[in-house]
């Protein structure tokens, strides 16, 4: 049996029993967020790194089963700020809690509920939204432990279920995702059924970059960085697509490691990057990869939206 809805002023039909609504996954840098998006979607949607701050916008991932649409937004890690970047990712974090339907917040149950943990829980309390406190890491600990654990973040999060998992196994997800979809409401299919994020390419290519340079960078260069695609077209007569792209860094001595010795580094951050490109848009891909200074970049707000890092 079909209803008839209203989405974006125009009229819908949509299954009767057909479950739709947004869903935040919120916690602490580094606890596994965007593994447990990649996980449940099946696919890459956002960059990994062991780094924290990886995520620096929200990243929505559409997951469309036979009877319900779950839109995922990865938000960066809630942390305390040390520059005008940081304030950007905490804003972006925060702002879609009122809007969602429901509420993932992502902890390290082999850990104890830390400052940053109880910070986040603060934030939560006062919402009509429903949580569901998600323990990440359930193969590294004990059943005993993990039970410690439940108890301890029941007395600091309102939370309405406690569901432990391992985003990098899969293990539990199948249970979340069951939980979700009894928090969905009645409602359309916002998306088309094969559309899996909002993000255009330039965007998902500029991340599958930053990811590479995250993996093969340390210190202070991971977080000194932002990717822009600035060119993405067909090489006539041939089957290749050209894409060239910028890493702009802070410093010139940053832009000198990132080149590395007679261009090595450079030259493995786009041979992995290219990898990652080619099996995403399914065709063979040449990358031009170039590093630029934009000194402080991330203390200036015109620079800040140039890299397309602007508060709603």
């Given amino acids: 049996m079909l209803n008839e809805v209203w989405f974006k002023g125009e009229r819908t039909l949509v299954n009767k029993n057909f479950k739709s609504g947004f869903v935040s996954i ?20 956002a960059i990994m790194s062991n780094k924290p701050q990886t995520t620096r916008n929200k990243i929505q991932g559409i997951l469309t089963e036979e009877s ?18 940081g304030e950007y990712m905490n804003q972006q974090a925060t702002s879609t809690l009122r809007e969602v339907d429901a509420i993932l917040f992502l902890v ?55 569901i432990p998992i391992s985003a990098i196994k899969g293990e539990n997800t199948e249970v979340l995702l069951d939980e979700i979809k009894k928090l969905l409401p009645d409602g359309p299919m916002f998306f088309s059924a094969d559309q899996v994020t ?29 990717v822009v695609v600035e060119h993405i077209a067909e090489r006539e007569g041939t089957d290749t697509l050209f894409i060239s792209a910028v890493i702009y860094t802070e410093r010139p001595s940053q832009k000198g490691i990132l080149i590395g010795k007679q261009g090595l580094l450079l030259k493995e951050i786009g041979k992995r990057a290219r990898g990652d490109i080619e099996r995403l848009l399914g065709s063979k891909v040449y990358l031009d990869l170039w590093v630029k200074v934009k000194k402080d970049w991330r203390n200036h707000a015109i620079e800040l939206r140039n890299f397309g890092f602007q508060n709603e």
């Avoid at 967020?33 to 099946?42: C, E, F």
């Avoid at 319900?68 to 970047?85: E, M, R, S, V």
């Fill in 26 to 45: 919120v916690g602490r840098p580094n606890v596994g967020k965007s593994t447990l998006l990649n996980k449940v979607m099946g696919q890459k949607i």
């Fill in 108 to 162: 390290e149950v082999d850990q104890e509920p830390g400052t940053g943990d109880i910070f986040i829980a603060n934030l939560l309390k006062d919402l009509k939204t429903p949580i569901i406190l998600v323990l990440n890491k359930m193969d590294l600990i004990s059943k005993e432990m993990l039970l410690v654990r439940i108890g301890q973040y029941k007395d600091i999060v309102n939370a309405i279920a406690f």
């Fill in 68 to 85: 319900f649409q779950a839109i995922f937004i990865d938000t960066p890690g809630i942390h305390k700020p040390k520059h005008k970047l």
């Fill in 198 to 226: 909002d993000h255009p390419e330039r965007f998902i290519i500029a991340e599958l970059v930053r990811e590479k340079v995250l993996h093969l960078t340390h210190e202070e260069i991971p977080h000194s960085i932002a």
